[in-house]
């Protein structure tokens, strides 16, 4: 499960969380990093992101990453933006595939006082909620629009989405 909720950070925020929280002081920007994610093909266990076992391909993303630190060099925020990869959904029991283009994306990462982190993503993303989320999985949806909800980058554990406006596709229903 670990492999799978890494996974959550990996695409919706560049595999580079910070767990040290800064206090509220005004912010400088770094030099925007350049992220290549790996193509890579994840397995979740049944139950864990669908009903049935569901292997996820992702690859092609191409996306920058700025981060904003306080005076101290504390992360207080982050945007993460660019084009996503290229995905496909395949229902290991029935062989059933969904294959997604890659499409723009803008995350923008707040590092609460709690340790928690609030992230706002607009544009296309793929969200995997488990059982222990809210509200809690398995599912696996691509939302277009604007998705908010915050979570622990520490346990990558409980998952809180928050809201949600545009459109959405429920994945475990489409590959079903």
Do not use: W
């Not at 800064?22 to 139950?47: D, H, K, L, M, Q």
């Not at 660019?82 to 283009?101: I, Y």
């Not at 994306?105 to 609030?118: C, K, P, R, S, V």
């Amino acid at each position: 499960m670990n492999n799978a909720r890494s996974l959550r950070i990996r695409l919706l925020s560049a595999c580079t969380i910070f767990a040290a929280i800064g206090c509220a002081a005004p912010a400088v920007a770094a030099p925007p990093i350049r992220i290549e994610p790996p193509t890579e093909t994840i397995a979740f266990p049944a139950g864990e992101a669908c009903a049935f076992q569901l292997l996820f391909e992702y690859s092609g993303a191409n996306y920058h990453l700025k981060e904003f630190v306080d005076r101290n060099g504390n992360p207080v925020r982050a945007i993460i933006a660019g084009k996503g990869s290229f995905m496909t959904f395949k229902n290991a029991d029935t062989g059933a595939t969904l294959s997604v283009k890659a499409y723009g994306f803008a995350a923008h990462d707040t590092y609460n006082l709690d340790g928690t982190i609030t992230e706002i993503v607009t544009g296309h993303v793929v969200q995997f909620l488990f059982p222990t989320d809210v509200p809690a999985g398995p599912s696996t949806t691509l939302y277009v629009g604007r998705l908010v909800y915050t979570y622990d980058p520490v346990t990558l554990a409980n998952l809180n989405l928050q809201s949600f406006t545009g459109k959405s596709t429920d994945v475990c229903a489409a590959l079903d």
